[in-house]
């Protein structure tokens, strides 16, 4: 039982090591985006609600939803060849 539980434990910071590269390469690549979406357009407005706005559609977008799949596709895998390990 203290197996599994280390093993959860260093299975959670591994993953949050990588959700956390893997979110704010993403939210840096979407800013780089923003830029070059604000230097081609008319540039009336402010960049800094410029970009606020943009990331906070970026914060609804699928793609940040879908990053959470770093946290559940490896547990959901380790969970079920643990029960295929034990009861199957």
Known sequence: ????????IMLLI???IVY?????????RRKA?????????DQS?????FKKEGLEKYDR???AKLIWGVYVVPIAVVTFLV???NFW
């Open 83 to 85: 029960y295929v390990t």
């Open 61 to 63: 977008s699928l793609r």
């Open 14 to 16: 591994g993953l949050s």
């Open 45 to 49: 407005g402010d960049w800094y609600s």
């Open 1 to 8: 039982m203290f197996a599994l539980v280390r093993l959860g």
């Open 20 to 28: 956390l590269c893997l979110s704010l390469y993403s939210r840096s």
């Open 33 to 41: 985006k923003l830029r070059e979406e604000w230097q081609e357009t």
